[in-house]
Each structure stands twice: as C-alpha cells, then as structure tokens.
C-alpha cells in the first residue's frame, strides 16, 4: 500500500513527442514497459507523458515492504540536475493478478513546465523498512506534445498607488506610551523575564499563550532560542539608542542576562542535536520531546544579537574584559559566555540540512543560510577584535563557503528565490514563502549580498506578496473608514494550513505583514543611500506593481534627482504604510497583538501577545523613522525605559 513517507512533490520530467503542428495537437504517451520486469528488476517506469506542460509518469514498483519512497529525477530546462528536479511519486493501486507482489505508483505534476525538462535520468525507489534502494536508469531525452505549455501568470494589476508617509501611521507608531508602539514595547517586555513560576532571567516567553496563561491553547509557554534573539535583538537597538542613564542599564542589564542563559542552554546535558536545539522550558532547561530538531538558525541570530550588543557596550564605554568573559570566550568561561561556541558550531555545521524557521521541513533553508552567512562575516571581524586570529580565520573561511552556495537558491524558471533548496516537502508546491523577505531582514551582512534592493529579492518580494490575493477574503478589503489604502495581508505561505492552534486554513500573522513593511522601508533607504535606482528585466515586475506611475524600465539607472527615483521612493513608503495600516486595521482596540488575524474576518486568532508580532512591528518602526530621517524616534522610544509592572 502507500507508503506513508511518500509525499507528491513540484515538477518534474516526462517523454514527449512533436505532433503535426499543422493538426489539432494531442498528447503522446511513451510506454517504456508495457508489463512488470522480468530480470529480476524491482523498479521500472511504465509510461510517461509530457503534454501541454504537465508531467503524468506511471511506474511499477516491487511489493517489498509497506514505507517506501518513490522519485523521478530529471534535469530542468538548463539541462542541469539540481534537488529541484525531482518529482516524488504516489501509490495509485496494486498490479491485479501479481497478488500484491507489485504496485503501480505515478505523479501527475501540471506546472512542470515552471522549471523545464530534457531528459528523465532515473527512477529510484527506496524500500524503506529494510533500508534497500533500487534505481531504474532511464536516460531518456524527452519532446513536449500537446498545446504549447501556458505561461505563467503575470502579476495582478495594482488595486491602488499609495504615496507617501501618512499621518495616521506616524500618529499610531508614536514613540510614547499610548501609542501602538509603546503598547508593543510594553507587552514585549512583560514577556521577557516573564511573571512565571520558575522562569529565570534571560529568557523570553514567546507568547502569552499556555498553562500559566488565562489562555492555553496553543502552549508557546516555552524560550525559543529563535524568537528569544531576535526579541533580544530589539533591546540591543533600545540599548544602543538610549541616552536616559536609567534606560540604558535596564536595557544592559537584560542583555548580559540573555547572554548568561544562552551560555546555560549551551551546557545542557540533554541536547539531542548540539546547539540546534529549537526550545528551552523557562526554567532554562531542555525540552527533550518530539519535534522539529535541529534548528540552526537559533546559534546564528543568537550570535549575531549578542555581537551587537557587544560592540555598542564597548561604544559606550564598556569594559573589554566583561565582553571577553560575558560574552565572546566560550574556551575560558564556558558557562557564561556563549557568542565563540555558537560561532563555531555555525562554522561547523551550515551545511548540513535543517529544520526551517516555522519548524515544518528538513532541508537547506534561505533564511537559515543568510543568517548564518551574517553570523559567520559579523563574527570573522569580532573575533579579530577580541583578539583572536584562529577563530576569525576559521570563521572567514566557512563565510567564504557559505557565500558560494547562496546563488543556488534562486530559480531562474520560476523568478523567485526559493525559500528552501530541495525537492517540495509538505505540498508548498509554490515555493513561496515570507521566510525569504525574513531572512534578508535578519541575515543581510551590509555587504551587497542579497540587500534589499537586489533584483531576485525585489522580484521574490512582488512574488510573496501578491501570492495571498486570491486566497485571504479581507484581501478584497482595500481601504479603511477613512479611505486609506490597506496593505495586502501577509502570511507564512500560500499553503498554509496552520490556524493558530491546530490545522485547516492558514491565516495572514502580524509579524509577516510587518516584515513587509520593513523590508520597503529599508529598500527606500537603501535606493537613497546609493543615490539611484537600477531597473532590470529581473525587476521590472516589482515596479510595474508597486511603482507603476514612475514609468521606470528595464536596462534604465534613475538618479536620485529624477522624477522616476522620487516617485519610486514615494511609492515604497506608500506601500510600506499601506502594509502597517493592514496590521493596524486588524489590531483591537487595547492594541495587542496575536499570532495571527483570520483570513476570512480579520479578527485576532493563535497565540496571544506573540512576542515576535510586537518585536517585528517595532522593527519596521524603527526602519520607518530611518527612512523619515527620525534619528531621535528609537531614543525616544528607548528613554521611555521598562515599565515597572512588566
């Protein structure tokens, strides 16, 4: 029967044949083996089928065990094999009068043509359960039949142009308590050093949601190592930003806690998978259960954070000393300072396969290797600071190899940078996903590589967005009571079935929408801070969406003090506003912010007060006063220090 294991993936490869072109085009089928093998084979494809862009390929497979794995692997249109072209196969029946010795297994995958195929190479089967594999060596150049293949749809047309900053966005994100912001930046701080029996200082409770909580469902009563450094993260630009002497040492005193509790996960003797391991219990011990394990984006954005903090402490005065002890030299303080060891084990193992940031699939991630790659070119230059030449060197030189792969992560079939490398896992048949827009936000390095103006990742941006148009109702709303452009609602990825506490429909999430937000806003700084605008044949799209007035087109450099620069720069502001007025459209009126808002009404669902909704909303605040040229926003935000309730 089916097996268990096997899951349809994306495209794949076929036989196909030229028709007349003067007649009606029909499909041809090629059969390879027309009855099971046998030679003493255990694996052999039937018929395959390449019509009209759609892949249908039947194989016979051996009875041999119930858990087996069944895939096709082709080259794509570059004639190259990549871990893109693979199509995985299903059980369809068992072979009548072969009593159950053999089953017929196919695929039927109608948007092959995305990628492209010339030639099937292999069907591999794996009979899982007693760990044989069997290969049918195919080799066989394969001609499209049938209609020519459709063309991808285009992007939809613009339903509005906004332009602009807007007054009502600068009044919600005000930097004072009463203002969303301020919300935002007191509730994150009630759920750092939570009011928990048990919990200690350093951790972060990544939402309000669990058995201590009024509500229980789902239980996020747990510290990711994730969600933890990128809330942390948003204390050290607090820290860095203050000049209230009061503010500033709470905002220390947090930070040097963080790190002490990050050095305690570190030593934990039940770590399963090394420091990848995903969560810890507020106490700061291991969660030993079931689940997504290893996670090794965690060591990345934990290093990164603390290597933030380190070199503003310094800034301001700070001893080099408390850094080398606190927080960088694993060797000499092993159990209070965790920054060397996440480094190294980063350097160590980028490589190998992980589980993503949504904690769903095991493959090699985009936003996982951009942090990485961020961590490991931050942490050459740290480690050359404290004075360690071995280190730097070590790492420099796997920042080196990491930065050799990123390029395989964009799709030149598809125009999209693929948020993992590797044949679709969990029908994501789409591979679209926000996690790309988050890993330039967490993982680009300042040094050119994927920034937010580059042309795969504006495109990928165009891609993302307008990929949850047709599937969110509240979509179809566009503007609030005043009239004001809403943004499009942003979710994890089209296929989402995720609610929030169990599974059916997914549902646009607060930090998605915000990040959005975020990565217009720093697009528009960047374009200015370069003092042009490059358009390309890449990028084009994301233009004639976004910035259709501006009349930019490919080939074309805008300068800064052209009509076409300036309206792209309004209109990134615009649409980076329209994305936070979304969220603000669906936040209730005490302003705190769930996990995610339901697709169909909008209103607050999943965990409550999700730590990382509130910190990637201050986030996009923060990138929108530095578009604004608000250098004092994040100090006055900063000065307002820690509640005394929280």
Same mark, same amino acid.
């Given at each position: 029967?089916?097996?268990?294991t096997?899951?349809?993936?994306?495209?794949?490869?076929?036989?196909?044949?030229l028709?007349?072109?003067?007649?009606?085009?029909?499909?041809?089928t090629?059969?390879?083996?027309?009855?099971?093998p046998t030679d003493?084979? +255990?694996?052999?494809l039937n018929?395959?089928?390449?019509?009209?862009?759609?892949?249908?390929?039947?194989?016979?497979?051996?009875?041999?065990?119930?858990?087996?794995?069944?895939?096709?692997?082709?080259?794509?249109?570059?004639?190259?094999?990549?871990?893109?072209? $693979?199509?995985? *196969?299903?059980?369809?029946? +068992?072979?009548?009068?072969?009593?159950?010795?053999?089953e017929?297994?196919?695929?039927?995958?109608?948007?092959?043509?995305?990628?492209?195929?010339t030639?099937?190479?292999? $069907?591999?089967?794996?009979?899982?359960?007693?760990?044989k594999?069997?290969?049918?060596?195919?080799?066989?150049? %394969?001609?499209?039949?049938?209609a020519?293949?459709?063309?991808?749809?285009?992007? /939809?047309?613009?339903?509005?142009?906004?332009?602009?900053?807007s007054?009502?966005?600068?009044?919600?994100?005000?930097?004072?308590?009463d203002s969303?912001?301020g919300?935002?930046m007191?509730?994150?701080?009630?759920?750092?050093?939570?009011?928990?029996?048990?919990?200690?200082n350093?951790?972060? %409770?990544?939402?309000?949601?669990? !058995?201590?909580?009024?509500?229980?469902?789902?239980?996020? +009563?747990?510290?990711w %190592?994730?969600?933890?450094?990128?809330?942390?993260?948003? #204390?050290?630009? @607090?820290?860095?930003?203050?000049?209230?002497?009061?503010?500033?040492?709470?905002?220390?005193?947090?930070? =040097?806690?963080?790190?002490?509790?990050?050095?305690?996960?570190?030593?934990?003797?039940? @770590?399963?998978?090394?420091?990848?391991?995903?969560?810890?219990y507020?106490n700061?011990?291991?969660f030993?259960?079931?689940?997504?394990?290893?996670?090794?984006?965690?060591?990345?954005?934990?290093?990164?954070?603390?290597?933030e &903090?380190?070199?503003d402490?310094?800034?301001?005065?700070?001893?080099l000393?408390?850094?080398?002890?606190?927080?960088?030299?694993?060797?000499?303080?092993p159990?209070?300072?965790?920054?060397?060891?996440?480094?190294? &084990?980063?350097?160590?193992?980028?490589?190998? !396969?992980?589980?993503?940031?949504?904690e769903?699939?095991?493959?090699?991630h &985009?936003?996982?290797r951009?942090?990485q790659?961020?961590?490991?070119?931050?942490?050459?230059?740290?480690?050359h600071?404290?004075?360690?030449?071995?280190?730097?060197?070590? *790492?420099?030189?796997?920042?080196?190899?990491?930065?050799?792969?990123?390029?395989?992560?964009?799709?030149p079939?598809?125009?999209?940078?693929?948020y993992?490398?590797?044949?679709?896992l969990?029908?994501?048949?789409?591979?679209?996903?926000?996690?790309? $827009?988050?890993?330039?936000?967490?993982?680009?390095?300042?040094?050119?590589?994927y920034?937010?103006?580059?042309? +795969? #990742?504006?495109v990928?941006?165009?891609?993302?967005?307008?990929? =949850?148009l047709?599937?969110?109702?509240?979509?179809s #709303?566009?503007?609030?009571?005043?009239?004001q452009v809403?943004?499009?609602?942003i979710?994890?990825y089209p296929?989402?079935?995720?609610?929030?506490?169990?599974?059916?429909?997914?549902? /646009?999430?607060?930090?998605?929408?915000?990040?959005?937000a975020?990565?217009?806003?720093?697009?528009?700084?960047?374009?200015?801070?370069?003092?042009?605008?490059?358009?390309?044949?890449v990028?084009i799209?994301?233009?004639?969406? =976004?910035?259709?007035q501006?009349? #930019?087109?490919?080939?074309?450099?805008?300068?800064?003090?052209?009509?076409?620069?300036k309206?792209?720069?309004?209109?990134?502001?615009?649409w980076?506003?329209?994305?936070?007025?979304?969220?603000?459209?669906?936040? !209730?009126?005490?302003?705190h912010?769930?996990?995610? =808002?339901?697709?169909?009404?909008?209103?607050p669902?999943?965990?409550?007060?999700?730590?990382?909704?509130?910190?990637?909303?201050l986030?996009?605040?923060?990138?929108?006063?530095e578009?604004?040229?608000?250098?004092?926003?994040?100090?006055?935000?900063?000065?307002?220090?820690?509640?005394?309730?929280?």
């Amino acid at each position: 029967m089916l097996a268990g294991t096997a899951v349809v993936s994306a495209l794949s490869v076929l036989a196909l044949f030229l028709t007349d072109a003067v007649l009606a085009q029909t499909c041809k089928t090629e059969t390879l083996q027309s009855t099971m093998p046998t030679d003493g084979s +255990e694996v052999a494809l039937n018929t395959c089928s390449y019509c009209g862009g759609s892949l249908n390929v039947t194989v016979y497979i051996a009875n041999l065990c119930y858990n087996k794995v069944v895939r096709l692997y082709y080259t794509n249109a570059q004639n190259q094999s990549t871990p893109l072209s $693979v199509a995985s *196969l299903n059980w369809i029946k +068992e072979i009548d009068g072969t009593n159950y010795a053999w089953e017929l297994w196919g695929a039927n995958i109608s948007d092959a043509y995305l990628d492209g195929l010339t030639e099937i190479l292999n $069907v591999t089967y794996n009979a899982v359960d007693i760990g044989k594999t069997y290969v049918d060596i195919v080799d066989l150049a %394969v001609v499209a039949s049938g209609a020519a293949a459709p063309t991808p749809a285009a992007p /939809p047309k613009p339903y509005a142009t906004p332009l602009g900053f807007s007054d009502d966005i600068t009044k919600w994100l005000q930097p004072n308590k009463d203002s969303e912001d301020g919300i935002a930046m007191a509730r994150m701080f009630m759920n750092i050093n939570p009011n928990v029996v048990g919990a200690v200082n350093g951790t972060v %409770v990544a939402a309000q949601s669990g !058995p201590t909580y009024p509500q229980h469902d789902p239980d996020y +009563e747990y510290d990711w %190592v994730r969600d933890s450094s990128l809330t942390m993260d948003v #204390v050290q630009t @607090l820290y860095a930003a203050a000049n209230s002497k009061t503010a500033k040492s709470q905002y220390e005193t947090i930070l =040097f806690q963080y790190a002490g509790a990050r050095a305690t996960e570190q030593n934990d003797p039940g @770590l399963q998978t090394g420091l990848g391991e995903p969560k810890f219990y507020l106490n700061n011990t291991i969660f030993t259960g079931p689940w997504g394990r290893p996670q090794n984006d965690g060591p990345a954005t934990a290093a990164i954070t603390l290597m933030e &903090f380190a070199k503003d402490y310094l800034n301001a005065g700070g001893s080099l000393a408390t850094v080398k002890s606190k927080i960088y030299d694993s060797a000499t303080y092993p159990l209070q300072a965790p920054v060397m060891r996440d480094l190294l &084990f980063v350097a160590s193992n980028w490589s190998s !396969p992980s589980f993503d940031l949504w904690e769903e699939e095991e493959a090699d991630h &985009f936003y996982t290797r951009m942090v990485q790659r961020r961590a490991l070119v931050t942490g050459a230059t740290f480690a050359h600071q404290m004075g360690d030449a071995a280190t730097s060197a070590t *790492l420099s030189s796997a920042a080196a190899a990491i930065s050799a792969t990123m390029s395989q992560f964009w799709d030149p079939n598809r125009q999209l940078i693929l948020y993992e490398y590797g044949p679709v896992l969990h029908d994501k048949n789409s591979y679209i996903d926000i996690a790309v $827009v988050l890993g330039v936000i967490h993982g680009y390095a300042g040094d050119g590589v994927y920034s937010y103006t580059n042309d +795969e #990742v504006l495109v990928s941006a165009l891609k993302i967005s307008t990929s =949850f148009l047709p599937i969110y109702h509240i979509a179809s #709303v566009t503007s609030d009571a005043s009239g004001q452009v809403l943004g499009i609602p942003i979710g994890r990825y089209p296929e989402d079935v995720y609610n929030g506490t169990g599974f059916g429909l997914g549902n /646009p999430w607060y930090l998605c929408t915000a990040a959005m937000a975020e990565h217009f806003y720093r697009a528009a700084s960047e374009y200015k801070s370069a003092g042009s605008i490059a358009v390309t044949s890449v990028s084009i799209p994301f233009f004639n969406y =976004f910035a259709p007035q501006a009349g #930019v087109s490919a080939g074309s450099t805008y300068k800064a003090n052209s009509a076409a620069f300036k309206a792209v720069i309004q209109s990134l502001e615009g649409w980076a506003d329209a994305f936070i007025r979304r969220i603000k459209y669906h936040t !209730p009126a005490d302003g705190h912010l769930a996990e995610e =808002f339901n697709r169909d009404t909008g209103v607050p669902q999943g965990a409550a007060d999700l730590t990382w909704s509130y910190a990637s909303l201050l986030t996009a605040s923060f990138a929108r006063a530095e578009l604004m040229g608000s250098p004092n926003y994040v100090t006055r935000l900063a000065n307002m220090g820690i509640a005394p309730s929280s």
